[in-house]
């Protein structure tokens, strides 16, 4: 009951807070005023039933149990995962049919659907080149997508000025955003983690300010078009088969992502990486370079962001500033916090909930943002792992291994 | 060099500056208490316009005298932003006391995002042109260089700083304040209630904010979803440029910062003034991080 | 008596505060040092100073390798000073919490191994061997530190004394030459201090290892040390055996306080 009343006085509270922005609207061109009090009831009502589940989520949250609403998801997929990589069977099984569907996709669906597919894949690269910065090495950088136009204008202007194809390009590209990544690394390197953050930010807004306002070089607010899509042996291909082709293309690129990615966080650089999270004193105190490491995961990062902008660019053919803002930098962060920093199975599913789900509940695009801001908030209180957890590397111990075959024996 | 247009440049400089300082305050005051950067504070400098906005709208069409309509907005405005921030803090950070480093950071950019998509869905996408609400000031004609508004934001500002300093100095809330931005523990110890005086940075600071909202609404005269972005990333610049954590530093922080911006948009050319506020940004963070006014402290470990 | 360690006019300056002033202090080959002093006396800016995490203001200070050559470490980077051979410990424990317990050992071998990104991405022959070799040495200190059971854990929950003792292994990964503990029996209960000073004497003897370690437990330095640095407000006010430190005049009066009496 109390907590009931607590709700309910949570709910007024809102109400009153939200009232003004809610359910006034004001046109000051015809001089006249819209009401719109029904939505303070819902939102009352909204605000109520939401009180009762927060409540509830800290009463767990205290009592360190898993917070159910997010957490059972999380857990249930957490253990099928697990259960997939102890049985080495049904490992193999899942992966083919899920290979088997990625391929299948553009074959058996519209053009329309591949197009949505390619943009989503294209986030996971994003979001899982953030997560070795973030996840993996635990520097917050907020101005990642800076990386990604540096690829797409590398492509852009390269094809511009030299007449330079995709295949070009794409190393080009990433080695561009990598120097990138360099410039802004060296000085940054001792910044603590919140101004870390910032200067990345401002670094991202410099480089989309400047693409802005250097029309000369980088045709300003109106971008460049006619970027050529990747081309294949000289082959030529309509507009259908060369979606499908690029649909391919960044389903090899993930693959190779993925593979790279998870190797990398395996080895003794990944677990430098890892410690530098942790504890950046201790890191240092084991004898890790860390100018070194730091400096590893932003190229690291950035080459990814470069390669994935290089093929945005010949997949929409046009590119102009605004979809490099910061916006897109919270979105595939969002993607690296709900999916769990530094678990690539976990980011992978958010980028693909988070980009699929506002496409094809279409009630819900309006509200993507909204949600996404949510998403990072409710994450960070309830479940700052992520979805998907406690995703363990499995170690062999020689030792073990010999105790146990001298058991059998 | 033109001396009228240097006179006009700097006071252009000035009354922008304070309104960097205005919000720029609020970040320091909170980053003084717990160490966060609140991303989200550029936001309710944001609602307090839009507030601002709604109230001025309704009270003008159902014939309110001209003459409180501005005053009538501006209180309820700093009224719902205090709400806005106090509930900002329980809601996105009180959970995450105790938590690493970069979680409350998380959140508030989270935050952020929200509250700029609920003010999106709920009004508009759209500039909206905000009402001039400013009294005649026949006085000003013979001073041609400083307009109403600059003239309203100079005072405002100046007042508002001047109290805000006589509160952290000399009532005991503020000596309150001040011991647990210096020891959140020992405050704690001598029966200081922490979790009060945070809700109450974070109501003094957004209160500010919020006049800053309707100052620079009534100045520029159109508002919409996203000015508390750049704002908040320029105040925060200021907040820095001082040296976070130090009140004066922030007030002289936005000064220079808005100096800068109006003498380098007036001689050389306004498209880089927003690159030259995140270059001031980077700079002062890499090479002296501490500040104009703040002091260096040694890493703990 | 081969020295390992020496430091000579060690000053630490903090603005106006002096943190350290003028210290001298040796570790020779195989022995166990005790620091000893109240709160604040400066020890661990101490151990921060010869790890390179703080720069000193005045002073020299040297680590001596096997074959008599000497490096001095002014200047130097921590994670150059540890792959010289010093490791440490912290006085609140900092492990890497969201890794597990092996995990935590073998960053400590980051400095003794050489695999770089391209060996990770290809896994060759030579950074796949690299990287078993690693794993077993890293569980064979784990064996040896008694903490072998709980080696996928996570970092962060383990016990108390078993964090304490995962910091050490983690220390010991590193092959040092000279091992710093800071506190390491801190909030122990005398059992596991009676552990914890057999796992010392352990690692000086089998290991080789000089020690130098900070510590408020006075029975166990006492019967630990083979010598004891008594500090007070930054500098060293008394050295010698247990025995000499337990009878000096300056060391009774620092820890009971002046008495008029």
Known sequence: ?409 | MDIQFFIELFFGGLTRGSIYALIALGYTLVYGIIELINFAHGEVYMLGAFTALLVAGVLGIYGFPFGGILIVATLAAIVWCAAYGYTLEKVAYKPLRGAPRLSPLISAIGMSIFLQNYVLLAQTSDFVPFPNLLPEMPFLDSIEVLSPSNFLILLVSTLAMVALTVFIRHTRMGKAMRATAQNRKMALLLGINADKIISLTFIIGSSLAALGGVLIASHMQVINYNIGFLAGLKAFTAAVLGGIGSIPGAMVGGLVLGLAESFATGYFSGNYEDILAFGILILILIFRPDGILGKAKVQKV | MNPVLEVSGLSQDFGGLRALSDLDLRVNAHEIVALIGPNGAGKTTFFNCVTGIYTPTEGKMCLHDAEGGKTLLNGKKPHHITALGMARTFQNIRLFGNMTVLENVMVGRHCRTHAGIWGALMRDKASRREEQDSIDRSYALLEDLHLQDLWNDLACNLSYGAQRRLEIARALATEPRMLLLDEPAAGMNPQETNELEALVRNIRDTWQISILLIEHDMSMVMSLSDRIYVMEYGSCIATGTPAEVRSNPRVIKAYLGESDA
């Open chain 1, 1 to 409: 009951m109390r907590r009931v009343i607590k709700a309910l006085l949570t709910a007024v509270w809102f109400m009153i807070l939200t009232f003004p922005v809610m359910c006034i609207k004001v046109n000051s061109i015809d001089n006249t005023v819209n009401w719109y009090p029904e939505r303070a009831f819902w939102l009352g009502v909204g605000v109520f039933v939401m009180a009762l589940i927060w409540d509830w989520c800290f009463a767990r949250k205290s009592r360190g149990l898993p917070v159910l609403s997010l957490g059972a998801i999380g857990e249930s997929m957490g253990n099928a995962l697990r259960r997939l990589q102890e049985q080495p069977h049904y490992r193999g099984g899942a992966l083919i049919l899920l290979a088997l569907v990625m391929l299948a996709m553009p074959v058996v669906s519209s053009i329309y659907q591949t197009n949505i597919m390619i943009s989503a894949l294209l986030y996971v690269m994003l979001a899982l080149g953030l997560n070795i910065v973030v996840g993996l090495a635990g520097q917050l950088v907020l101005g990642y997508v800076a990386f990604y136009a540096v690829g797409a204008y590398a492509y852009g202007l390269l094809h511009q000025f030299f007449g330079l194809g995709f295949w070009v390009c794409l190393p080009i590209g990433g080695f561009l955003a990598v120097l990138f990544g360099l410039v802004l690394g060296f000085p940054v390197l001792r910044l603590r983690g919140d101004y870390l953050a910032i200067v990345t930010l401002g670094f991202g807004e410099i480089v989309r300010l400047a693409l802005l306002n250097w029309p000369s070089l980088t045709g300003g607010p109106s971008g460049i078009s006619n970027i050529p899509r990747p081309g294949l042996f000289g082959l030529e291909m309509d507009i259908n088969i060369s979606t499908i082709y690029i649909y391919y293309l960044v389903l090899a690129a993930v693959v190779l992502t993925i593979i790279v990615i998870s190797r990398l966080k395996n080895s003794r650089v990944g677990l430098a990486l890892q410690a530098l999270r942790e504890d950046e004193i201790a890191c240092e105190a084991m004898g890790i370079d860390i100018t070194r490491v730091k400096l590893s995961a932003f190229a690291l990062g950035s080459c990814w962001a470069g390669f994935a902008g290089v093929i945005f660019a010949a997949k929409t053919t046009y590119i102009n500033p605004s979809s490099f803002g910061f916006m897109e930098s919270a979105m595939i962060l969002s993607m690296v916090v709900l999916g769990g920093m530094g678990s690539i199975v976990g980011v992978v599913i958010a980028a693909m909930i988070l980009i699929l789900a506002p496409e094809y509940l279409r009630a819900f695009s309006e509200y993507r943002m909204l949600i996404f801001g949510a998403i990072m908030v409710i994450m960070m209180i309830f479940r700052p792992q992520g979805l998907v957890s406690g995703e363990r590397r499995k170690y062999k111990i020689s030792a073990l291994q010999k105790k146990t075959l001298e058991g059998r024996s």
